[in-house]
């Protein structure tokens, strides 16, 4: 059964930092890996998409890699703003069921000015 | 483009009592999902449409809970009798969902208490 991990559970930086968040999970089966990004009381909203046989993804500032074999994927930050505190999840796409996604609990950031 | 809009934003109610949670999907998007987020299991997909047929219900927790999705533009979440343990967001997506890599739009949920 696949399961999704985000380590850590909360992070608080100060503007400007270069951050990383983490991802793993147990099955390397997927399809695909996303990053969605909650602000408080909305939905979610898609960042970046990995397919399983690319190894990273960049829009702006961010930027998503993949280690299928390693089980990982990390999200890279660079140049953190106070408009970046959201919940970051990760969820992947797995094999053999390609509308499900399995969800992490998201990591809560809060990038101090 | 509205988006996919939720209704009502916040629902309280006494064990017991019937709810309905709605939902109008962006137009054109021939896949609806139902997910319920609570802070211990995360996000939990519930049942998904394709074209207003239900294709997984596998997510659904029990008997308690059905979902309809009687034309394109409007889906239905409901729970009977509603229990404490239903307490949590409950979010709509849909998308046009032709490939593995369609992106999912969401509403901002409804916030559930049971009493």
């Known amino acids: 059964k696949q399961e999704v991990t985000q380590i850590p559970a909360a992070l608080s930086v100060p503007e400007g930092e270069n951050l990383v968040l983490n991802c793993s999970f147990t099955?390397?089966?997927?399809?695909?890996l996303q990053w969605f990004r909650q602000d408080p009381g909305k939905g979610l909203t898609s960042l970046l998409l990995?397919?399983?046989s690319q190894r990273e993804q960049t829009s702006g500032r961010l930027n998503a890699s993949l280690d299928k074999s390693s089980g990982r994927s990390t999200l890279y930050i660079a140049a953190s703003q106070p408009g970046d505190s959201a919940t970051y999840l990760c969820?992947?796409?797995?094999?053999?069921?390609?509308?499900?996604?399995?969800w992490g609990l998201g990591t809560s950031l809060a990038v101090n000015p | 483009d509205a988006g996919v809009i939720q209704s009502p934003r916040h629902e309280v109610t006494e064990m017991g009592q019937e709810v309905t949670l709605r939902c109008k999907p962006i137009?054109?998007?021939?896949?609806l999902f139902w997910y319920r987020q609570t802070m211990m299991r995360g996000l939990e997909l519930l049942i998904y449409?394709?074209?207003?047929?239900?294709?997984?219900d596998s997510g659904m927790p029990e008997d308690r809970f059905s979902a309809k999705m009687p034309n394109a533009s409007f889906s239905t979440l409901k729970i009977q009798p509603s229990e404490p343990r239903d307490s949590a967001v409950y979010f709509c997506?849909?998308?046009?969902?032709?490939?593995?890599?369609?992106?999912?739009?969401f509403g901002n949920g409804t916030r559930l208490t049971v009493t």
């Open positions: 990995i397919q399983s």
């Open positions: 449409f394709n074209n207003n047929v239900p294709i997984d």
């Open positions: 997506a849909s998308s046009p969902g032709t490939t593995v890599i369609s992106p999912l739009h």
């Open positions: 099955d390397s089966a997927i399809y695909n």
């Open positions: 969820a992947v796409r797995a094999a053999g069921n390609n509308r499900k996604l399995i």
């Open positions: 137009s054109g998007h021939d896949y």
